[in-house]
């Protein structure tokens, strides 16, 4: 891929992203997360240790290449995004929790992203291997991309609240150009190959982001979490940041080819999170159940 495309336009259009979730974000929505700990840990724990590694399992099944491999790994240990809280919104889940579990989770991943994509690059063994991995000046570069846009639009919007509300609609449509933006480049540049790369990862993709919905939504309500807060998860952790997986697959790990599982999710998943989040909503059963009421805000 074009290098001024690499060392520019990638990264800036993660941060138009991460800087567009950052004037969703305040201080609160980090304390909010102590008045509803049952549903963020379950969350969580799905998130960070449950999609490693039923993913994991799928890469097994499945048997693509090993840096398509890695790069759904990579895409697995990558934290949902402001499309989450839109589909959310959309099919009335616990916005708020979202906006928690997305602001935690955009800080945990500068730790679990690099630690899931080094254990499978190491599993994996990947041609050029030797030249891959997210040493500490990498990390370093996660964390740059990942926290300060956050951090900017955070401040943005305690200095300037009715501006970032304002914002908070066009930064959206935004983000969605950009992402699909990002994956037109991705499959553009590896064009040759997108055929293959379909067949490889495609299957997967698709599995893996049906059953990160479904799990996402199945297990919340199983150890008793209420309804709105169970979509939340389930969009939370079945629509992946893709922006950022595939800024880091090519960025800095310079892999288009890793990029491509991301790119395929990203395409893959809005009809996927569509259809799921109105299926769950046609089974919907009684206004009144515990937890069911989507909190304000």
Known sequence: MDSALTAVALPLALAVVMFGLGLSLTPGDFARIARQPK??????????????VLCFGLVLAFDPPPLLAVGLLLLAASPGGTTA???????????????SLTALNSVIAVVTLPVVTNLAIGFFEPAGGGTLGLQFGKTLQVFAIVLVPVALGMLVRRSAAAFADRMDKPVRILSALVLALVIAGTIVAERDDVGEYLRAVGLPALVFCLCSLGVGFAVPRLLGIGRAQAIASSFEIG???STLAITV????LGSVELAVPAAVYGVVMFPVAAVFGWAITRTRTGAGERGDAVPAG
């Open 39 to 52: 549903a963020v840990v379950i969350a969580l724990l799905l998130q960070l240790l449950a999609l490693p």
């Open 85 to 99: 809280n839109l589909f959310s919104h959309l099919y009335r889940g616990d916005v708020a929790l979202n906006i």
């Open 239 to 241: 629509v992946h940041n």
């Open 249 to 252: 697959a090519i960025s800095v």
